[in-house]
């Protein structure tokens, strides 16, 4: 029986690293006016959400990291200080994501979405100040900052949605 939990918990993995790709790619070809050049909503934290939610940090890694590998592929950037920045930001998430839900029901998955987008936006500018070789990116920080509070909430919302439409069976097998 634990072999069929674990191909079952693979497998939903597996779809969560695609959804993440999918919404990540397609959020590169939506052009959303934003005050801040090369910014976006963060649609395909959705799916990293979900998986630190049903799932384990470690399937939360392979969902972050692999979505910003996927979505590198498909748009010809991997390699390039795009998916620098992704991986940067990705990283910063899902840390401080992870350690949110390390505290137990203290916060929901809309606090983590929240701490996850500031702790992405604050990466993405510390790595863009290394990639230029100047702390010229830091003056966009308080803007970054405070485009990521709504990001990050309705990323959290839309994680919850989701997550209570997830049948209990599905949740029992992925251990959560």
């Known amino acids: 029986m634990r072999y069929r939990a674990d191909t079952r918990l693979s497998a939903h993995t597996a779809m969560l690293l695609a959804l993440g790709a999918v919404l990540?790619?397609?959020?590169?070809?939506?052009?959303?006016?934003?005050?801040?050049?090369?910014?976006?909503?963060?649609?395909?934290?959705?799916?990293?959400?979900?998986?630190l939610a049903i799932t384990d940090p470690f399937r939360a890694m392979i969902v972050s990291l692999g979505r910003v590998a996927l979505v590198g592929l498909a748009t010809g950037t991997l390699g390039g200080p795009t998916v620098a920045l992704s991986l940067a930001g990705a990283c910063a998430a899902l840390v401080a994501m992870m350690f949110l839900r390390s505290r137990?029901?203290?916060?929901?998955?809309?606090?983590?979405?929240?701490?996850?987008?500031?702790?992405?936006?604050?990466?993405?500018?510390?790595?863009?100040?290394?990639?230029?070789?100047?702390?010229?990116?830091?003056?966009?920080?308080?803007?970054?900052?405070?485009?990521?509070l709504p990001s990050g909430l309705a990323i959290g919302y839309s994680a919850r949605l989701l997550i209570s439409r997830i049948p209990q069976f599905t949740l029992s097998v992925a251990g959560r």
């Open 24 to 51: 990540g790619y397609v959020e590169t070809l939506i052009a959303i006016p934003m005050p801040v050049p090369g910014a976006k909503l963060g649609l395909a934290n959705i799916a990293v959400v979900i998986a």
């Open 104 to 148: 137990g029901s203290t916060f929901s998955v809309v606090g983590w979405a929240v701490a996850g987008a500031a702790a992405h936006s604050v990466a993405q500018i510390a790595a863009a100040c290394l990639l230029v070789g100047s702390f010229a990116p830091l003056a966009l920080a308080p803007l970054v900052l405070a485009l990521s």
